[in-house]
């Protein structure tokens, strides 16, 4: 898989750009700030729909532009696909694939696979479990476009039900006696059986997800820090107290998960209640990344923290690979902050790689045979706030 043409309008400090690409290593060079990263993100936001650098779309769009839009051509075992992406500040972003326009911009899900490795890979390991839990999902949903479904809507009706809880808290709290009670009540009980039937989709498929990645990150953490403690992963999930109950033990069946959030629900509703927030879920739930017996976070020195960092997205790499198709690799700035054992470790995956795509600070030489592998370099400048890019082999 290959992305053959990249054509952008008002993404970030880009009025305009097109670019054709081809198979192998393309490398874009140039001064912090001048636009390079943009370029590779543009690319990274056509594959999962979501930047790696911000969680919203509103700094996507270049200053004084109403919407950007994002295209790529993708090249899949000679079959090619055009996507579109108009990206909006507000409201919901439109799609096509060729010269079809699509209901949903999560039906382009699965047409680019990318993997990107890139300094924010650090808050994977050191920060909240929204990032773990973003990992997971952004995953599941390239490999299973239909869980990407799944958790949109699930994040719909969580939004929907916490306002029930915010809004119509006290009449809540007045219980099925009272006539506002019972009508808020009943809404209540609506949500709840949306909320676990979607719920149950989106724990069970992360569920699988781990189970095909566990082994995979164990042994490229050994790989890269082969020195440090053994690395492991466990989903760690709110609803683990009612699946134990209801099934024995661990499961995978989306109808256990259904049943057990339902109970646990109606277990915490009161709770629920007096804080106005859902408090079960999988919007609560963790990827616990262990070293040894201590949890990462918090214990990882620096060096093992960029070793699992790495260790995950190579799990991502070998995962996706397996299913039959090579994704796009995106290293983005990251040769700067890896030891020599590391880049070797990340360049022998690159160098199997259909197609790279590096940023680099002007004058960073690529390591070894990386920088052999190179089909096309570029420069990129800036002039009063604008992208310019030039051809320079």
Known sequence: ????????????????????????????????????????????????????RVSTDAPLIHAGAENARVSATTVNDGRALT??????????NQAQINRTRLKSARELLGVLRVVMFSPEDLRLITGEPAERRKFLDDLAALRTPRLGGARA????????????????????RRGYQDEDGASALSTLDVWDGQLAALGAQVVAGRLSLVDALAER??????????????????????????VTELAGGPTRDPAVFE??????????????????????????????????????????SHGETWSYALA????????????????????????????????????????????????????????G?????????????????????????
């Open 259 to 300: 049943a057990a959030m339902l109970a646990e629900l109606g277990r915490r509703r009161r709770d629920e209640i007096d804080r106005g927030a859902t408090l079960v879920g999988p919007h609560r739930d963790d990827l616990a990344l262990m070293l040894g017996d201590q949890p990462a976070k918090g214990y990882a």
């Open 1 to 52: 898989m290959h992305v053959r043409e990249l054509d952008l309008r008002d993404f970030r400090s880009w009025p305009e750009l097109n670019l054709k690409l081809e198979p192998g290593v393309t490398v874009f060079a140039g001064r912090n700030g001048h636009g390079k990263t943009n370029i590779v993100e543009a690319v990274h936001y056509s594959s999962k729909l979501s930047s790696h």
């Open 153 to 172: 809507d699930y994040e719909k009706v969580l939004r929907q039900r916490n306002a029930l809880l915010k809004s119509s808290n006290m009449a809540l």
């Open 83 to 92: 996507t579109h992406l108009l990206i909006k500040a507000h409201g919901a």
């Open 369 to 393: 045979n990386l920088d052999d592998a190179v089909a096309a370099r570029y420069a990129v400048t800036m002039q009063d706030g604008v992208s310019a890019i030039e051809r320079s082999d």
């Open 312 to 367: 995950l997205h190579l799990a991502e790499y070998q995962l996706l690979a397996s299913d039959g198709t090579d994704p796009v690799l995106i290293l983005d700035d990251v040769f700067a902050e890896l030891d020599a054992k590391r880049r070797e470790r990340l360049v022998h995956v690159a160098a199997d790689a259909e197609q790279v795509l590096v940023t680099a600070a002007v004058g960073d030489d690529l390591p």
């Open 217 to 242: 990150i164990t042994e490229a953490y050994q790989s890269v820090a082969p020195e440090s403690r053994p690395a492991s992963v466990a989903y760690s999930s709110t609803l683990d107290r009612a």
